[in-house]
């Protein structure tokens, strides 16, 4: 795990917003655990309403998560009682937890942001200001993913198999493998006010549940979602594994000899080391 302190600075004063990339069902598990291990508040974590399965709800939601639909588009009530649900917790200065992406990445790349949940944390802030808002992107990287074989299958034209409580159960036969280490990287946060002033946006008020959204804040809701998407590409951990495929994914038939393989290893850790991304 690498800067939190920095998140422990935060927690003083502003109203954290964790935003993690998604790449397997472990991150909420594995980042309230790094949070709470570590004397924080446990998050609210927002999550897809397919993981409202028996038992398996139950569970989830007593760690901190409330189940939400994936599209809100053509029901005014859901959203509009949604939206308030969402405010009470902003105004308790309650942490926040969801994934900037929306569903989980198939390829390890970051997914375009879905600006869903961000513009409604912004409209609720807007409605009765309480603590500052700041949003931490956060990197969690892994060697190997319990979904691995499934993605591969996916990307090969395979339908995505939905959730259930029996694929659930098949997973927790996997807990005894080896996975490797995972990484857990806090990145640079991204402060909502300085978004909403860099648009013009900061004088801006909302006086209820149901007031539309001007230019200026949808303008800023979009670079905050960048920014979180750029902050998180920032903090990520070069792993040997993901150096070792890389090399060999780039080869035409996937297999090296070991000693170019070794040197293609030194070229692309020199070049990291000459020319960071951060």
């Not at 569903?103 to 961000?118: A, E, H, N, Q, Y």
């Not at 990197?139 to 034209?157: D, W």
């Amino acid at each position: 795990v690498h800067n939190f302190s920095t998140v422990r600075e935060l927690a003083k004063d502003y109203e954290i917003i964790y935003t993690p990339c998604h790449r397997s069902h472990i991150d909420y598990l594995l980042l309230s655990y790094v949070i709470y291990n570590r004397g924080l508040m446990v998050p609210y974590i927002a999550a897809g309403d397919n993981l409202n399965m028996p038992f398996v709800g139950q569970l989830l939601r007593g760690g901190g998560a409330f189940f939400i639909r994936r599209s809100f588009r053509g029901n005014a009530l859901y959203t509009s009682v949604f939206k308030e649900y969402l405010f009470s917790i902003l105004s308790r200065n309650t942490p926040l937890e969801y994934f900037i992406e929306g569903g989980r990445s198939r390829t390890g790349r970051l997914l375009p942001p879905k600006t869903g949940m961000l513009a409604m944390t912004v409209h609720g802030h807007l409605r009765g200001r309480a603590k500052p808002i700041v949003f931490v992107p956060t990197y969690i990287g892994y060697e190997r993913l319990m979904e691995g074989a499934t993605y591969v299958g996916e990307m090969n034209g395979k339908p995505k198999e939905a959730e259930s409580v029996f694929g659930i159960l098949q997973t927790l036969r996997k807990i005894e493998r080896i996975f490797g280490k995972v990484y857990v990287n806090f990145g640079e946060p991204v402060f909502l006010d300085d978004m909403l002033k860099q648009h013009g946006a900061d004088q801006i008020t909302i006086e209820n549940n149901d007031a539309p959204v001007p230019k200026e804040l949808s303008n800023a809701v979009n670079s905050s979602a960048n920014a979180i998407l750029e902050n998180i590409n920032r903090a990520v951990v070069i792993n040997p594994v993901s150096l070792l495929s890389l090399i060999l994914l780039a080869t035409p038939k996937h297999t090296l000899d070991e000693e170019v393989c070794l040197k293609q290893l030194d070229t692309y850790r020199n070049l990291i080391t000459a020319l960071p991304y951060d």
